[in-house]
């Protein structure tokens, strides 16, 4: 993006005129920096209280309930969380890594298409997919009924079919939801990498599968396990789908351990454990390449250079793409859409119109705090120098690693603690209860929002600044210009674009986001999350898919969006 009339004056004014020195800037930022050095301290203390808090409340709980969970469900909660992690974060692997192989190395039917469409799944919360393939595949469903009238079968005794609700299929309907992650970062490692390496593979006899097997796959390791990581991590925070299949995980033992046992501490006890074990998928991620070292030639090196597949074997490769679109993306939306045409009155059903308001001003307002404590926290940093609050600029993204009920319960019960302190006060002081204003309200939805996704608009923000010319910014200082003159004039014009995008990826996540929301939201407060999960729990898809399509079509916008960023210049 080029910059503004006002940039530009500023440059060129500065080209004329004698300014300071850069150092005695920088000095001058850093002697008056003291409200952005504080405002990043404070929003790093908010976005870290709620991890801390689920720590203190695990220590010291008011019932320790260790004893009992380790004797009765812990060890199935540990196990069924540890298959459930294992098994996507292999299977999207396979995915992810193999269609990513394939359109990078090969040119075949429908690859231009389909390497936008690999990332389509991204668009559908893994607990549609969930609802649709049971709807799809369930006795009463399309798949069965047909099998039955096919070779007359009366009941199920007569014939043997998957079953459905189980463990396995919870494997791979969030595969299915999550392999894009190891798409787009495994495609884009094999992009980076050398043709020279292949071009000699082949002359040496490498045939496809050793080209992949002996080249591809030891190069792209460190992208293929950062994408496995992902889905892995995103695998322990779910609820939605581990809830409808019936599995018991870590996640789902805080919702029963806090809402039918009543037992907050345990619940803290659980929420302690569940990021102990994201903490050590991250270790064990970066231990697992710590002595590999990857390095790219200080020349020019020349790009990797498709293969055509012509006849049988592009056709193949075409449909091994497609599969997992068509899981993914295409019968989640098939099976909710069907339901939403043969009931066209659930799309005026009582409750949805206000679930649509909450789900856009809760997830709306979390953005704009998100977006703009990330701009606040990160331009203070960069400008001041301060050392502690560019030593929590880090840890401010772990919010992202921590699932939604972790985060809840983090975030609840302390919050709890401190709204009846404040309407006793008020009560006190004015005679009149004002209840529970920030329990009450979405208040608690909105903070579990910016704290679980800050690591997004802080990752987005940070990158928007280094690509502003340093040049630029030290002009308007030379021309007077205080700190937030420079953010107005200079940097927020040249970023426009990714805040633009950082807003939109925000508000998504927000819209999809389910544990967090039912622990969180007062009494009868929906969402279009809460109104699909409460529907399709009780077996009425007809009246969740219009909630459904609309998360669907929200999620599809933010796709494009990261489509259009990460394969826009593709061939």
Known sequence: MKPDKTTQALAS???????PHRGQIRSGLRGSGGIWSAGALAIAALVLAPLLA?????LDPRENIWPHLIATTLPRYLSNTAILSLGVGVLSAAIGAGAAWLVV?????????LQWLLLFPLAIPAYVGAYALTDFLDYSGPVQTALRGAFGWASARDYWFPEIRSREAAIVVLAGALYPYTYLISRAGLRE??????EVARALGAGPFALFWRVGLPLARPAIAAGAAIAMMETVADYGVVAHFGVQTLTTGIFATWLEGGNAGGAAQLALLILAVVFALFALEKASRRKARYFQSARQSRPVMPVSLRGGAGW??????????AFGFVLPVAVMAGHALDNPQAWFGRGLGLALWHTLTT???????????AL???YGVRMTGRALPARLLPFTTLGYAAPGAVLAVGILIPLAVFDHALADTVLALSGRDPGLLLTGSAAAIVLAYVVRFFAIAQGATDAAFGRVPPSLPMAARSLGRGAGGVLRAVYL?????????????????????LPATLLLRPFNYETLATRVQEKASLERLGEASPAALLVSLVGLLAVLVLARANLGKSG
């Open 54 to 58: 689920v720590v203190v409340m695990a």
């Open 316 to 325: 193949l490769a075409c449909a091994l793409c497609a599969l997992p679109v």
């Open 493 to 513: 014009p040249l970023m426009r674009g990714s805040i633009g995008s950082a807003l939109l990826l925000v508000f998504v996540d927000c819209v999809k986001e």
């Open 193 to 198: 990498q050398s043709g020279a390496s292949y």
């Open 13 to 19: 004014r500065s080209a004329r005129q004698p300014g």
């Open 376 to 378: 606040f926290m990160v």
């Open 105 to 113: 190395m090969y040119r075949f039917p429908g690859r231009r298409v």
């Open 363 to 373: 997830g709306g307002a979390a953005a704009l705090l998100t977006v703009g404590m």
